[in-house]
């Protein structure tokens, strides 16, 4: 099992740049997959960015592509997400997520087996 912790978010205005992290406790974490997902109020959790459990293969949504990286320090237990030229429309609440079954980048919600409490995002235009 893994347990996860989301933290980086905050206020910031359009353009501007954050780093969220997702800190991973126990001894497996090199066999975890991960992804990044966020949710608005009323609206389901969408994808954003996943890693494989190498961090060689990364895949992200459309709307956050060449804005935003996925990266992760297997040295560290860490995943990060940077997210740079924020917009409005990326306000949400971000979440964490790994997967052992789908350790290549998974873009399936479904997929993902465990998940972080969320951290949120506001852009303010």
């Known amino acids: 099992q893994v347990q996860l912790s989301e933290s980086g978010g905050g206020l910031v205005q359009a353009g501007n740049s954050l780093r969220l992290t997702c800190t991973a406790s126990?001894?497996?974490?090199?066999?975890?997959?991960f992804g990044w997902f966020r949710q608005i109020s009323g609206e389901e959790r969408e994808f954003v960015a996943a890693i494989s459990s190498t961090g060689t293969l990364t895949t992200y949504a459309d709307s956050v592509k060449g804005r935003f990286t996925i990266t992760r320090d297997n040295a560290k237990n860490l995943v990060h997400l940077q997210q740079d030229s924020l917009k409005p429309e990326d306000t949400g609440v971000y979440y964490c997520?790994?997967?052992?079954?789908?350790?290549?980048?998974?873009?399936?919600?479904?997929?993902?087996?465990?998940w972080g409490q969320g951290t949120q995002v506001t852009v303010s235009s």
């Open positions: 997520a790994a997967t052992a079954r789908d350790p290549d980048a998974s873009r399936s919600r479904d997929m993902y087996d465990y």
């Open positions: 126990g001894p497996t974490f090199n066999y975890y997959g």
